[in-house]
Nanobody
Framework: QVQLVESGGGLVQAGGSLRLSCTAS????????MGWFRQSPGKEREFIAA????????IYADSVKGRFTISRDNGKNTVALEMNSLKPDDTGVYYC?????????????????WGQGTQVTVSS
């Protein structure tokens, strides 16, 4: 089981930007697909973005496409989520997730390792 620790959350005004980071404690980071999910108040956890093992394939939720960018650095065991043009609806707890040996990355890919989450609050 890989340990995941998120950082970078905070309070930002609408239209602003934040960069989230997730660090994985594993010697085999490059075999994991990585994802970001969000749980907003009163809602179920939802898929935001995912990236395959090499960084060559990325997928986004329609609600964030064009505003958020997921990236990874396999040399540093990190995955990042750059969030621009933030909206109040983007408020929530953001979770990093990992899954080994994902053959084909989709929005339905199931992730079994999760971080504790980091709070993002966007004020209007």
């Amino acid at each position: 089981q890989v340990q995941l620790v998120e950082s970078g959350g905070g309070l930002v005004q609408a239209g602003g930007s934040l960069r989230l980071s997730c660090t994985a404690s594993t010697r085999a980071f490059s075999v994991y697909a990585m994802g970001w999910f969000r749980q907003s108040p009163g809602k179920e956890r939802e898929f935001i973005a995912a990236i395959n093992w090499s960084g060559g394939d990325t997928i986004y939720a329609d609600s964030v496409k064009g505003r958020f960018t997921i990236s990874r650095d396999n040399g540093k065991n990190t995955v990042a989520l750059e969030m621009n043009s933030l909206k109040p609806d983007d408020t929530g707890v953001y979770y990093c997730a990992a899954e080994k040996f994902v053959a084909t990355l989709t929005r339905a890919t199931e992730f079994t390792s999760w971080g504790q989450g980091t709070q993002v609050t966007v004020s209007s």
